[in-house]
């Protein structure tokens, strides 16, 4: 099977850069509707109380140009997972949340003050102000929730809920928009507002048609069985014409009897190969570790669903430094399995460290095929930690600085393992004097 091949990281820059030129335009093309295209609430207005209501125009403009472009950064798009990793963009979706609900709060406070609180708009003559105002208390509540998920409802009851919710207070938006102002009642704001309408519709319907037809429909679990203490391993014959490259993940889903067909992301564990390999299997290692989890053991005749392959979290994705050094914590070793796999059958000659810490001795269940790679792969060094056995011990500065002492500074690192092991462990290689340019990382959840 051919490797899946990445963007180049100057192309990745490239795009990025046109990205934000674009997004700058398009706001700074909002910035300017108040003042050229001015309302008339404008008209009756000097001074100060002038400056702050075109001010707070402004900011409601920036709100629902970013509202927009957070329903693009919903979709799973490809393209934009070639050049930022679909974890990036979903961090990103998270904090233009944030920045979604702070200008629209500033512009409900900016509007509001040259009136005066004796004069609110209130009244069935102020409805599109009305609906305005109730839109910022559902922003609220709807970032905040999006924000506390983990702690409220279980993921899944939540997803369902988040994305109709989200469309349904764009149309809201979108409402409050076309009625409130009369900059937009007709000329260059009203046709710069149905272009972003259409354009973001259009998006969004061609994201659909796309991932149903590239997604992978039924094909059957080959096998099936539980490694380790609480891990099953999945192996599914690959899809002709599928290709990925090591460290990417899948969106998957199941069809069985006993199992709910939600998707979830997962590392492909094997390694695509090359030229006269053994490609034919897509493997995956599934901790059981939630309600959708653990119920995979017990379904006979499986079937999966794929959308892939995602993410950045790969060495192919950049060149290759003079070493590699894979740190990873329990079921975070997946995307490191599958480049030391692929490394493997490259031959490659690159210098690499595993390290990989475990809860108990029980939990390894990579035993042989560590053996293996092993043998292998001569330039590869492993270290396991057992942080709860007796005698064990975690990943620490100190261990950290004894095994990395003579790795080059311009080495990479690949973490993947619980978000506050790999928060520390970065830290630690900053003081150990590795940038942070060098550490790359991958979050099981998005
Ligand atoms: C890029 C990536 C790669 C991953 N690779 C692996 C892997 O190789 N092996 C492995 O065991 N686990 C992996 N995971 C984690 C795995 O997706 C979750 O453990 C699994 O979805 C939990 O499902 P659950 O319903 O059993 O547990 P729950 O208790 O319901 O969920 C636990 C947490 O898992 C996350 N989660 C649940 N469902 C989803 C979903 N549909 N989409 C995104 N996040 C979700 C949420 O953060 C949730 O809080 C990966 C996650 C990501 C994001």
Same mark, same amino acid.
């Given at each position: ?319 290759? &430094?003079? /070493? $590699? @050094? ?9 995307? =490191?399995?599958?480049? *030391?796999?692929? #490394? +493997? ?5 690159? &210098?690499? /460290? $595993? @390290? ?9 269940? =990579?035993?042989?095929? *560590?053996?293996? #790679? +092993? ?24 261990? *950290?600085?004894? #095994? ?43």
């Amino acid at each position: 099977m051919a490797m899946r091949q990445f963007l180049s990281p100057a192309q990745r820059v490239g795009y990025t850069l046109s990205i934000i030129f674009i997004l700058l335009l398009v706001l700074g093309f909002a910035a300017t509707i108040p003042y050229i295209w001015e309302s008339k609430s404008l008209w009756y207005k000097t001074g100060i109380d002038k400056t702050l209501l075109q001010l707070g125009k402004v900011c409601g403009l920036f709100a629902a140009v970013l509202f927009f472009l957070q329903i693009i950064l919903a979709q799973r798009l490809s393209f934009l997972d070639r050049i930022f990793g679909l974890d990036r963009i979903y961090n990103l979706h998270r904090l233009n949340g944030f920045l979604i609900l702070g200008l629209a709060v500033l512009h409900a406070s900016l509007v509001v003050l040259p009136e005066g609180l004796d004069n609110l708009p209130i009244g069935w003559k102020f409805w599109p102000e009305m609906l305005g105002a109730a839109l910022v208390v559902m922003l609220a509540f709807f970032i905040v929730t999006a924000y506390f998920r983990r702690k409220i409802l279980a993921y899944h009851l939540w997803r369902k809920a988040h994305r109709p919710i989200g469309y349904l207070l764009l149309i809201i938006l979108t409402i409050h928009i076309f009625n409130v102002s009369d900059s937009f009642e007709g000329g260059v704001p009203l046709i710069a507002l149905w272009a972003l309408i259409v354009l973001v519709l259009l998006i969004t319907i061609v994201a659909k048609i796309y991932t149903a037809k590239t997604t992978i429909k039924r094909i059957p679990v080959q096998s099936r069985r539980i490694v380790g203490d609480d891990i099953v391993s999945l192996r599914l014959s690959t899809p002709s014409g599928f290709n990925y490259a090591p460290g990417q993940f899948a969106f998957l889903q199941l069809h069985g009897h006993n199992i709910s067909p939600e998707i979830h992301p997962f590392t492909i564990a094997s390694a695509p190969g090359g030229p006269g390999a053994d490609d034919s299997n897509l493997e995956f290692f599934i901790k059981r570790c939630g309600d959708w989890t653990n119920n995979i053991e017990t379904d006979e005749n499986l079937q999966a669903s794929l959308q892939a392959p995602f993410g950045l979290f790969s060495y192919g994705a950049r060149p290759l &430094p003079p /070493m $590699l @050094i894979f740190i990873g914590g329990g079921i975070g070793i997946t995307p =490191l399995l599958s480049m *030391l796999r692929q #490394l +493997r059958t490259e031959k490659q000659s690159v &210098p690499l /460290m $595993l @390290i990989w810490s475990l809860a108990h001795k029980r939990d390894m269940f =990579l035993g042989e095929e *560590l053996n293996d #790679l +092993r043998e292998q792969l001569p330039n590869l060094q492993t270290h396991i930690f057992y942080t709860r056995e007796e005698g064990g011990s975690r990943i620490d500065r100190e261990r *950290l600085g004894i #095994l990395l002492q003579d790795v080059p500074l311009e080495s990479h690192f690949y973490l993947c393992g619980p978000e506050q092991m790999m928060s520390r462990i970065r830290h630690d290689l900053q003081q150990l004097k590795f940038t942070s340019k060098t550490i790359f990382f991958e979050q099981f959840s998005l």
